[in-house]
């Protein structure tokens, strides 16, 4: 199994160029247990081998994608049969040189979520009005302040996710209760960057993510208490506005078939989606 201090043999994780939320490795170690991660060699290089949702097996690289010849994705495939997440840009390459030879697929449930910073931040035009209405109401209702997460707040984030998880009404194995928390205590070791926000001086929410590259920032968990309205709309409103001379993207990752979830992520209005693409060997 994935362990914490394997994130120092694949640093190419880290700042390749790919926008697809798998590839970093605090995403990777978060949820190594859903997807039974671990790290292997093939060719003297490092991949990682894991099982989608639909408990399909695959190997996934650690290196940047763009700079794996197509011949070597051709071999593992022969050896493993399934490569997954893969970038749009690099099938037709498959296709030119294998297309009798494998098969190409994507999940629409993985696909993630891309925002423009200056949306999320101001949400402009008819079609984010109610977003925007209810920031407003936001700033009007409460006095509010927003802090870099450190270890001085650890207490203070805890509080805000087992209060999120029960309002879910949920079973913690239902959500991402687990692997939000390890986010929380292994902050640090992850290299993790975020942001808690204070209503009225109480905690009521929280957002952390990373750099995929240098124009891409993903969010990996945003918890908010519902009881303060307009917390959610405030607190991808003060991410934005954080991250704003730095980036130009937000990953709001997939919403993995879950109805509710997708409903949510849509009102943001994505500019786009990244469909990650599965590679299969036919055998």
């Not at 992850?190 to 750099?211: C, M």
């Amino acid at each position: 199994m994935l362990v914490i201090e394997d994130k120092n043999l694949i640093p190419a994780l880290r700042n390749n160029s790919t926008n697809i939320s798998e590839y970093c490795f605090a995403n990777i170690f978060l949820f190594r247990d859903i997807h039974s991660y671990k790290l292997i060699t093939f060719n003297d290089r490092y991949w990682i081998s894991g099982i989608t949702r639909k408990n399909i097996e695959y190997v996934m690289p650690t290196s940047d994608p763009f700079l794996i010849p197509i011949e070597e994705y051709f071999e593992i495939s022969k050896k493993f049969k399934n490569i997954y997440p893969l970038p749009e840009e690099l099938i037709q390459k498959f296709n030119d040189k294998f297309s009798d030879k494998i098969s190409v697929s994507y999940d629409r449930n993985e696909s993630d979520y891309i925002h423009s910073v200056s949306s999320l931040n101001n949400y402009p035009g008819k079609t984010m009005h109610k977003k925007k209405n209810l920031l407003n109401q936001f700033y009007k209702l409460y006095s509010h302040r927003c802090v870099e997460i450190s270890n001085l707040n650890t207490k203070d984030l805890l509080f805000i996710l087992d209060y999120w998880q029960d309002s879910t009404k949920e079973d913690k194995f239902d959500t991402d209760y687990d692997s939000a928390k390890e986010a929380i205590l292994h902050f640090n070791e992850l290299d993790l960057t975020g942001w808690i926000f204070y209503v009225d001086d109480n905690p009521a929410g929280y957002a952390i993510g990373e750099a995929l590259n240098d124009k891409m920032f993903v969010l990996h968990f945003v918890k908010g208490l519902v009881q303060f309205k307009g917390i959610y709309q405030f607190i991808f409103s003060s991410v934005a506005a954080n991250i704003a001379e730095k980036y130009d993207y937000i990953n709001l990752e997939q919403d993995i078939g879950v109805p509710n979830l997708r409903h949510s992520k849509k009102s943001y209005y994505p500019e786009f989606f990244i469909n990650k693409f599965m590679v299969s060997y036919l055998q």
